[in-house]
């Protein structure tokens, strides 16, 4: 737990700032939701935080695949949509 002092600073515990590489001089940003307030580390320089992010991830390979699948299943559903619309309807 910290303690708001009077000048509104609050002391981050020194177990968060190892693991999040928070020294002085480094940048935080405050965002407040809806019951909370969360306080976002940033990166000396974020570009080479980001890189490598996504190694091993999600690929463009792996996305085109996916589309060519969801491809198939749109043209299947058109197809069957024009099937039914030529198709009269036969009432007795």
Do not use: C, H
Not at 73 to 89: F, G
């Amino acid at each position: 737990m910290t303690t708001v002092s009077s000048r509104g600073r609050v002391t981050i515990p020194v177990e968060l700032r190892k693991r999040f590489n928070i020294e002085p001089g480094s940048q935080v940003e405050w965002i407040a939701d809806e019951n909370a307030i969360k306080l976002i580390s940033l990166q000396k320089d974020p570009i080479a935080a980001f890189r490598g992010a996504g190694l091993g991830r999600y690929t463009s390979d792996q996305l085109i695949k996916d589309r060519n699948k969801e491809r198939l299943v749109e043209n299947a559903s058109s197809v069957e949509q024009l099937r039914r619309r030529d198709k009269p309807d036969i009432i007795i």
